[in-house]
């Protein structure tokens, strides 16, 4: 049973930079794709970042160019870097990993970004 456990999360001001970490309990290296997911009060839940274990990488259109998604060299942990955060990236983070036959997900991190 594969945990993730995210971290990074706090409040920042409007341009700042955070660095979001997902570290796995399990090994994730036969996890066939992992990203990030967002919740904001009253706002549909948006994927932020998806990269499959081929290395292919989508975001979402809103953080395109701001937000990038990375691997440790163990392959155990994932980050989520963050550059040039608006207030309307504030909301709950989510790191999730998908298996063949199930999608694991971390419990989120608070991002809160200020004008």
Not at 43 to 50: D, G
Not at 70 to 94: F, I
Request: charge should be positive.
């Amino acid at each position: 049973q594969v945990q993730l456990v995210e971290s990074g999360g706090g409040l920042v001001q409007a341009g700042g930079s955070l660095r979001l970490s997902c570290a796995a309990s399990g090994s994730i290296f036969s996890a066939n794709a992992m990203g990030w997911y967002r919740e904001a009060p009253g706002k549909q839940r948006e994927l932020v970042a998806h990269v499959t274990r081929g290395g292919m990488t989508n975001y979402g259109d809103s953080v395109k160019g701001r937000f990038t998604m990375s691997r440790d060299n163990a392959g155990n942990t994932v980050y989520l870097q963050m550059n040039s955060l608006k207030p309307e990236d504030t909301a709950v983070y989510y790191c999730y990993a998908d298996f063949t036959l199930a999608r694991h997900w971390g419990q989120g991190t608070q991002v809160t970004v200020s004008t």
